[in-house]
Antibody, heavy 117, light 107 residues
Framework: EVQLVESGGGLVQPGGSLRLSCAAS????????MTWVRQAPGKGLEWVAN????????YYVGSVKGRFTISRDNAKISLYLQMNSLRAEDTAVYYC??????????WGQGTLVTVSS | DIQMTQSPSSLSASVGDRVTITCRAS??????LNWYQQKPGKAPKLLIY???SLQSGVPSRFSGSGSGTDFTLTISSLQPEDFATYYC?????????FGQGTKVEIK
């Protein structure tokens, strides 16, 4: 069974940093693109970033470019999102998802990031 | 970035109704269009990929169509468990984007 479990969310002050993790199981992690998607409270889904199987290609939405870094460790079967210079508008539930056939076919349960003083 | 516009933003329907949600892309995206269902407090669930391919395990009352810029998600006979918010997503460009969502409510 495919499982994705996010962790690392919490309360952080504006300008602070946080590192999210996503532990994968039930599939060959190194064979898939992986994605981060976020959802602000009461709002819609926003695609944040994705990363190729070997980590050589990474893409970001404009609002996080230069502040967030997506990475993966195929040996540890884990996906990461390093978030720096956090702003109030980054407050959201962050989901990791598996990319397959041009879609995100499995999702984690999400982890809440709250940026507030 | 490619903009995705869904309509309507919300709709009220009854069990058994046929429901149609549309999604328009700001430029041609071929068939790189996905549909997701999200219930409150839950992660999104993939329903349709590549505009018309039904994800494994998804009931056949869900169908998708379209290509280029205009796409449709149809629920042939709405069931109680289908009341949720639906999102389209383009995966044509390197930066994927979602529509704003369509909330399907009980009439």
């Amino acid at each position: 069974e495919v499982q994705l479990v996010e962790s690392g969310g919490g309360l952080v002050q504006p300008g602070g940093s946080l590192r999210l993790s996503c532990a994968a199981s039930g599939f060959t992690f190194s064979n898939y693109w992986m994605t981060w998607v976020r959802q602000a409270p009461g709002k819609g889904l926003e695609w944040v970033a994705n990363i190729k199987q070997d980590g050589t290609e990474k893409y970001y939405v404009g609002s996080v470019k230069g502040r967030f870094t997506i990475s993966r460790d195929n040996a540890k079967i884990s996906l990461y999102l390093q978030m720096n210079s956090l702003r109030a508008e980054d407050t959201a539930v962050y989901y990791c998802a598996r990319g397959s056939l041009g879609a995100d076919d499995y999702w984690g349960q999400g982890t809440l990031v709250t940026v507030s003083s | 970035d490619i903009q995705m516009t869904q309509s309507p933003s919300s709709l009220s329907a009854s069990v058994g109704d046929r429901v149609t949600i549309t999604c328009r892309a700001s430029q041609s995206i071929s068939n790189y269009l996905n549909w997701y269902q999200q219930k409150p407090g839950k992660a999104p669930k993939l329903l349709i990929y590549a505009a018309s391919s039904l994800q494994s395990g998804v009931p056949s009352r869900f169908s998708g169509s379209g290509s280029g810029t205009d796409f449709t998600l149809t629920i042939s006979s709405l069931q109680p468990e289908d009341f949720a918010t639906y999102y389209c997503q383009q995966s044509y460009s390197t930066l994927w984007t979602f529509g704003q969502g369509t909330k399907v409510e009980i009439k």
